[in-house]
């Protein structure tokens, strides 16, 4: 499976858009980006998920890069309520199976006033 | 709808004992997969199965093991507890494999 390298930490301020980057160089082409966040101990949330296309959903958009080496996680207008651990995962689906899912260490996004 | 249902939220058991943790997945979903989370490690994947089989398997030794019955619902069991197996304990359901995973609130097992 692809490995996911993101920044350990971000701040954005409340009503400003939160941009957070992820690497994923060796991505091949059956593997899809996911985003999930989690927010003090609760068990992650399911954000957005998307292959070549860009995404979007009410809560967020994703942009992968043509060369799909990397991709943004945009929520648009972030509240104090998005502060959590986001985290991009890569997920191969291969003959109907797919990989283990596997959470790398998250970017914490601190949401300020 | 019912989210995904985890029993019990905490546990506290002793170095030695064995422990199962049950998944009760939303209605209709047929994968379910585990997870263990620490301060240290992060989240780790544990076990996935779908429709009773299991399909994929992460690098914890076999004192893990876990299973799924024929209504989708899962259980996990630790045996031989160590010390290092206190973590909180997710579980998460999808309609598929493939699909998008709601998780529970997890099981928060303390091993004294």
């Known amino acids: 499976d692809a490995k996911t390298t993101q920044p350990t930490s971000m701040d954005c301020a409340e009503g400003r858009a939160a941009n957070l980057p992820c690497n994923h160089s060796?991505?091949?082409?059956?593997?899809?980006v996911y985003w999930y966040r989690q927010i003090h101990s609760q068990g992650p949330q399911y954000i957005i998920h998307g292959l070549k296309n860009n995404e979007t959903n009410e809560m967020a958009s994703l942009i992968i890069t043509e060369d799909r080496k990397s991709s943004t996680l945009i929520l648009p207008h972030a509240t104090l309520r998005d502060t959590a651990v986001y985290y991009c995962?890569?997920?191969?689906?291969?003959?109907?199976?797919?990989?283990?899912?596997?959470f790398g260490t998250g970017t914490r996004l601190q949401v300020t006033l | 709808k019912a989210g995904v249902t985890q029993t019990p939220r905490y546990l506290i058991k002793t170095r030695g004992q064995q422990v199962t943790l049950s998944c009760s997945p939303i209605?209709?979903?047929?994968?379910v997969s585990w997870y263990q989370q620490t301060p240290g490690q992060g989240l780790q994947f544990l076990f996935e199965?779908?429709?009773?089989?299991?399909?994929n398997k992460g690098n914890f030794p076999g004192r893990f093991s876990g299973r799924q019955f024929s209504n989708s619902r899962s259980e996990m069991n630790v045996s031989t507890l160590e010390l290092g197996d206190s973590a909180l304990y997710l579980c998460a359901s999808s309609l598929a494999v493939e699909g998008r995973m709601v998780f529970g609130s997890g099981t928060r097992l303390t091993v004294v």
């Open positions: 060796t991505i091949s082409g059956n593997e899809y």
């Open positions: 209605s209709g979903h047929r994968s």
């Open positions: 995962i890569v997920r191969g689906f291969k003959g109907g199976t797919a990989s283990k899912l596997t």
């Open positions: 199965y779908f429709s009773e089989t299991q399909r």
